[in-house]
């Protein structure tokens, strides 16, 4: 059973000082926004997916809604128009990058760009959602508060840059019943 994380203090410190409402929650040991939403028995469109991203030669942190994909063409023209400048190139680095670019284990991103002096930015649909789960750089612990005070604290840039991902529900086949064959015996009896 993988170590539980302690709770960020330096994000807790980082929240209280900028005096927005917020609450921690504790959960077991999670990887992805989709297993956060399925931890907290919450909507995928209610948990944001944090993702670092370089566009050129900048990075960024994006979020989205858990049951979106970034459009990356749409994404560079958000960040293009933000920056004043063409984005030519819009990709997500590797875990490596990001551990070493953000002194963070892989994959334990937090959602707040100012705790990691990187610009965010926020697909549109993820406002709808008045309240969302916002990851903490923790696998244990996530941040519950309103978008609209995420994206003040963060002076996140906004644009629609976002696509409903296909989720498919696998169905478990149904048991198929058994059905008893009775062998007939052939009459193997040879004649003389």
């Known amino acids: 059973m993988p170590k539980k994380d302690k709770l960020p203090e330096k994000l807790k ?3 209280d000082k900028a005096g927005v409402n917020y609450d921690f929650l504790e959960h077991r040991t999670v990887y992805t926004a989709f297993d956060v939403a399925a931890t907290m028995k919450k909507k995928l469109s209610e948990v944001a997916k944090s993702l670092l991203v370089k566009a050129d030669q900048d990075y960024f942190l994006v979020l989205i809604p858990a049951d979106n994909n970034i ?3 749409k994404l560079g023209v958000c960040i293009g128009m933000q920056k004043g400048k063409k984005i030519k190139v819009v990709k997500i680095p590797g875990e490596q990058i990001m551990a070493d670019l953000l002194k963070v ?3 334990a991103i937090s959602a707040f760009g100012g705790f990691h002096k990187l610009p965010v930015v926020v697909d549109k649909a993820l406002i709808k959602a008045k309240k969302a789960i916002f990851s903490s750089g923790s696998f244990n612990h996530s941040v519950v508060m309103a978008v ?3 994206i003040n604290l963060e002076k996140a ?3 629609s840059f976002g696509v409903k991902k296909k989720i498919k529900i696998v169905k478990q086949p149904k048991a198929k ?3 008893k064959k009775t062998a007939k015996k052939k009459n193997t009896k040879k004649k003389k």
């Open 148 to 150: 609209k005070d995420f």
């Open 177 to 179: 019943k058994a059905v």
């Open 157 to 159: 840039g906004q644009g």
């Open 13 to 15: 410190s980082y929240l």
């Open 71 to 73: 459009d990356f063409k």
């Open 105 to 107: 284990r892989a994959g």
